[in-house]
């Protein structure tokens, strides 16, 4: 047991629309970061948040964004929904915003129909 | 040639056997990391390391700097160990793991 948690488990949406994922990082920790992994791959990273900014993004859309609140939890949101979109979408927290220990939630497995 | 490679792909081992997993990379590095994730998606970190070697009960890592290669160990296997092992590195000032595409480990009885 990690201490984050992610909902929803799962999430079946259809093309072009809106969705919101939602991720409660560990007591203490101040950086949230988002992951894409799509079925048989490793994990892309998304981005990045530290108290409540963005301070690293890798190689997705700006339909992909973000949000950070003052208790740390954070959200993924994703816009404009396409069907390769469908994946696992993981958030890890830390306790800094570098050359820390990850600890993963267990995913929001999304379905784009 | 991706950034951060695993090998092997895929392993299958004897309950008691000795298992060894190899990861390299070519990014600059501040750390790498060893995960382990069950079916169903959940990934739990077992090491971050920076140099030298670390150990956690059966579960022994590695790495070289210099060589940019590290290593995860299992002695003793068991059934229970069977999942895939992540090898991913931190590069660039912030948390962002490049992931390797993982080692399915089965241990059968």
């Known amino acids: 047991e990690t201490g984050v948690t992610q909902s929803p488990t799962h999430l079946i949406k259809t093309r072009g629309q809106q969705v919101t994922l939602r991720c409660s990082s560990q007591?203490?920790?101040?950086?949230v970061s988002w992951y894409q992994q799509a079925l048989g791959q490793g994990p892309q990273f998304i981005f990045q948040?530290?108290?409540?900014?963005?301070?690293g993004r890798g190689n997705f859309p700006p339909r992909f964004s973000g949000l950070q609140f003052p208790n740390y939890s954070s959200e993924l949101n994703v816009n404009a929904l396409e069907l390769d979109d469908s994946a696992l979408y993981l958030c890890?927290?830390?306790?800094?915003?570098?050359?820390?220990?990850?600890?993963f939630g267990s995913g929001t497995q999304l379905s784009v129909l | 040639k991706n950034e951060v490679e695993q090998s092997p792909q895929n392993l299958t081992a004897q309950e008691g056997e000795f298992i060894t997993i190899n990861c390299s990379y070519s990014?600059?590095?501040?750390?790498l990391h060893w995960l382990q994730q069950h079916p169903g998606g959940g990934i739990v970190s077992l090491f971050m390391?920076?140099?030298g070697k670390k150990k956690h009960g059966r579960l022994i890592a590695t790495i070289n700097i210099q060589e940019k290669h590290s290593s995860l160990h299992i002695t003793a296997s068991h059934p229970r160990d069977s999942a895939v092992y992540i090898c991913?590195?931190?590069?660039?000032?912030?948390?962002?793991?490049?992931f390797g595409a993982g080692t399915r480990l089965a241990v059968h009885p």
């Open positions: 390391l920076s140099s």
């Open positions: 948040y530290y108290r409540e900014e963005e301070n």
């Open positions: 990014v600059g590095i501040s750390a």
């Open positions: 890890a927290s830390s306790r800094q915003e570098r050359g820390e220990k990850l600890f």
């Open positions: 991913a590195a931190t590069s660039g000032g912030y948390n962002k793991l490049i």
């Open positions: 007591s203490g920790h101040n950086t």
